[in-house]
């Protein structure tokens, strides 16, 4: 069954610091990864886009790691500020919009 | 060039009654998918519209069904309203189905539906 699984669920960190978060996917065919932010009652938006044969991909302070031997990525944020609080989604895609497959999301809230 | 619009962007409805949600695709972009969004479940796709044309449906019951018009402005609709129906709905656009770096998918601000 094709799946990804975030973590953490939720994170809390301080205005300032860096903080990484993680996907995991069984997802096949693999077509490419997406990163979303998505603020609170807006839709998401997309941050990044890897596919197989990248492993690395900035985006201003994210920067998005891809391992595609072990269906792994993360998502780092740099110099976190209060406007990164969202939830971040990680999506495998495997070339249709019908066929995105979403993690649940990793909240984070940043705080002073 | 504007985002992808969707209206309304709240709603209140009572069990048993049915609702039609819209969006307004990029200009120039001729698919548009619908996802449902909830707590729980996270987004889950509704069904995926090319050229007026229904592509692929996802794994929901009867009562929701959608349309595309010739100008790729997509409604969808769901009748007989249950209290699980209660999500955020959001629909997305892009060139064609096929989706790549080239070929982005942009969502649109969603409508929350309440039922009550």
């Known amino acids: 069954k094709n799946q990804v699984e975030q973590s953490p669920q939720s994170l809390i960190i301080l205005e300032g610091k860096n903080c990484t978060l993680q996907c995991n996917y069984t997802v096949s065919p693999f077509s490419n990864l997406r990163w979303y932010k998505q603020d609170t009652g807006r839709g998401p938006v997309s941050l990044t886009i890897m596919t197989f044969s990248e492993n690395t991909k900035s985006n201003g302070r994210y920067t998005a790691t891809l391992d595609a031997d072990t269906k792994q990525s993360s998502l780092h944020i740099t110099a976190s500020q209060l406007s990164d609080s969202a939830s971040y989604i990680c999506v495998v895609d495997t070339g249709t919009a019908s066929k995105l497959t979403f993690g649940t999301g990793t909240r984070l809230q940043v705080t002073l | 060039k504007a985002g992808v619009t969707q209206t309304p962007r709240y709603l209140i409805k009572t069990r048993g009654q049915q609702v039609t949600l819209s969006c307004s695709p990029i200009?120039?972009?001729?698919?548009v998918s619908w996802y449902q969004q909830t707590p729980g479940q996270g987004l889950q796709f509704l069904f995926e519209?090319?050229?007026?044309?229904?592509?692929n449906k996802g794994n929901f019951p009867g009562r929701f069904s959608g349309r595309q018009f010739s100008n790729s402005r997509s409604e969808m609709n769901v009748s007989t309203l249950e209290l699980g129906d209660s999500a955020l709905y959001l629909c997305?656009?892009?060139?064609?189905?096929?989706?790549?770096?080239?070929?982005?998918?942009?969502f649109g601000p969603g409508t929350r539906l309440t039922v009550l």
């Open positions: 200009s120039g972009h001729r698919s």
């Open positions: 997305a656009s892009s060139l064609s189905p096929r989706l790549s770096s080239y070929n982005e998918q942009f």
């Open positions: 519209y090319f050229s007026e044309t229904q592509r």
